[in-house]
């Protein structure tokens, strides 16, 4: 009912929708497009235009990341002077995509007002918020488009090899001391990349006032920060293995500061961990500079940072280390010796190591089955690896053979997570990106020093069901399997089996007649399926829940045999291609416990 008028039914008019936001808001609402300003190296469009409204014989601007130097500069619509209202908001058409079939370096656009730095946002598919010291950013996509892996769209006269791009409205709203005598705003679009890039920004002629669908983004850009409540919990998404080039020899890109503060900024990340190569940490002072750095940027409630490194044995796998604490030792996993070098430490000399330090720490293996860094299941520790990453820009290592797998490096079949969990081995599943180009919870690197590392789906996200916005409760909550694996985007979901809820341990002997998994899910984008995975197999595909945002069901297992171990997860899919994974709960006969 939001366009239409509540006396009459009838639909509102541009005055009227001021009116509305003023009301409902106590915004200023005006047009964010009037006038280009200045295009360098902007790509211009007066032809076929791929949009989500219809706004006539208009015009569209572009700006990739592909050359340095670009800027779009336009003016706004003036806003009038009545009524008043302490802050403006300027709503506006545009679009943000990949602008190639294959995964391009994600970098990010710098907004400013009236000349002045404001904000960076990225690319997304979704919705996402951006904050400056001045203004409040909002992306409201109203159409996703996404091509199948290796595929692509045709889109418009412009956008003819596009995997994917997302159609919508940016909202930005202002301290009204910021307009120019004329009652307008100059807003400026500058990509900043390391990098040659076809991601873009499109910006649209449209007047959007009365055309479009823009209440759910002017009441997103109104209100503080939110996060999806599961439960009395809180879904935290974080981004917690990445990698800088600090100092020189780091593997990675950019520096500690750099790596942070996108991480916060334009990715928007809960929870972040820089976990950089041992052997690329001096165990003195560059080690004591991590330190103090991820205890710079923490700032609980709004922003976590986990004090953490990557174990990077090439003869047992790689393990990142995590910490409870603001301070915690590093222990390579080698001090002498080549890559091959038999001197190596093993896995259960650093648990012991972490053990003596009597700091809580957690481990957590990544790309078991990448054959350049292979992890050997025959090393686990219950106690320790409480955690595996199943996706990162690695691609998925859930079961062998899926269609998600990355395009880098070989895999060793028996070594995927579906693999472990076989064994017997209890974990909770985590995502993050492994990032090695400078853009935490953004990662796509196809770089000199990892080409490899990049995918046509997002980077990785962990989410963490928590209490708070704490080390301590982030902490806790991953050691206790509390967390769930996205390819990226923010989906809230709920798992529990009789009760208990992921990561949980059940005996038979809780179980009255038979399990009973409830889950429920709600999604950015419409959701394609969703899976339940009993000890290895697809045991239910709910295809009623396609194409909705939101599901709720309840599954019994009438299988179930109490003599017989078991676990469950959930697997859910996109139709853009994201994914997510719950932690499992498993069964466990009451002679076993």
Request: net charge negative.
């Amino acid at each position: 009912m939001e366009p239409f008028a509540l006396d009459d039914s009838r639909r509102r008019n541009p005055a009227e929708t001021v009116a509305f936001a003023l009301q409902q808001h106590g915004v200023a609402l005006a047009e964010g497009f009037g006038e280009v300003v200045e295009r360098t190296k902007v790509r211009e469009n007066s032809g076929r235009i791929a949009s989500f409204m219809e706004f006539g014989r208009g015009t569209a601007w572009y700006a990739t990341q592909a050359e340095p130097g670009t800027v779009l500069t336009w003016r706004t619509a003036p806003v009038p002077a009545e009524p008043t209202s302490d802050d403006v908001v300027f709503v506006f058409a545009m679009a943000l995509g990949n602008g190639s079939p294959l995964p391009q370096p994600s970098g990010q656009f710098e907004l400013a007002i009236n000349g002045e730095r404001e904000l960076a946002f990225r690319v997304t598919k979704y919705l996402d918020h951006w904050r400056g010291p001045n203004a409040q950013f909002v992306f409201h996509p109203r159409r996703v488009e996404a091509a199948p892996p290796g595929g692509i769209l045709y889109l418009d006269d412009v956008l003819t090899q596009e995997s994917f791009a997302a159609f919508g409205l940016g909202f930005l709203r202002v301290p009204r001391s910021k307009l120019q005598p004329d009652g307008t705003l100059t807003i400026t679009v500058r990509p900043q990349n390391p990098a040659s890039s076809t991601r873009f920004f499109k910006l649209d002629s449209a007047h959007c006032l009365a055309r479009t669908n823009l209440y759910a983004g002017l009441a997103e850009v109104c209100r503080e920060r939110t996060r999806p409540k599961i439960g009395d919990l809180y879904a935290y998404f974080g981004d917690i293995h990445t990698h800088s080039g600090w100092p020189n020899g780091g593997c990675g890109t950019g520096t500690l500061d750099e790596n942070y503060l996108y991480a916060r900024d334009v990715a928007n990340l809960d929870v972040y961990a820089l976990t950089d190569h041992d052997i690329h940490i001096a165990p003195s002072d560059t080690w004591a500079d991590q330190v103090t750095k991820c205890a710079e940027y923490h700032r609980p409630g709004e922003f976590v940072t986990l004090l953490a490194y990557e174990w990077t044995s090439s003869l047992y796998g790689h393990r990142n280390v995590y910490y409870r604490e603001a301070e915690g030792p590093l222990f390579p996993c080698r001090t002498e010796g080549d890559y091959w070098s038999p001197t190596h430490e093993t896995p259960a000399q650093l648990w012991a190591r972490l053990d003596a330090a009597g700091v809580p720490a957690i481990t957590i293996p990544h790309h078991p089955t990448a054959t350049s860094h292979p992890l050997t299941w025959d090393h686990f520790s219950e106690k320790h690896d409480r955690l595996v990453e199943v996706y990162s820009c690695w691609g998925d290592h859930e079961w062998p053979l899926n269609p998600r797998r990355g395009y880098g490096s070989d895999r060793s079949e028996h070594l995927y997570v579906r693999e472990a969990l076989a064994l017997g081995h209890r974990f909770g599943l985590i995502a993050s990106s492994d990032g090695h180009d400078g853009h935490p919870g953004n990662a796509q690197s196809p770089d000199v020093k990892h080409h490899h590392l990049y995918h046509p789906l997002g980077s990785g996200r962990i989410a963490i069901l928590a209490p708070e916005l704490t080390r301590e409760a982030i902490f806790d909550a991953m050691h206790e399997h509390r967390c769930y694996a996205t390819t990226g985007p923010h989906i809230a979901m709920s798992v529990t089996l009789n009760g208990r809820p992921m990561g949980s341990i059940v005996g038979a002997g809780e179980i009255a007649e038979v399990p009973i998994l409830n889950a429920s899910v709600a999604a950015p984008w419409l959701i394609d399926r969703v899976q339940i995975i009993k000890s290895g197999s697809v045991v239910a595909d709910f295809a009623s829940t396609r194409h909705a945002m939101e599901a709720e069901f309840a599954w019994p297992d009438t299988a179930f045999d109490p003599e017989q171990p078991a676990y469950y997860y959930v697997r859910l899919s996109l139709t853009d291609g994201e994914m997510a994974w719950s932690s499992p709960i498993w069964v466990t006969p009451e002679a076993a416990l």
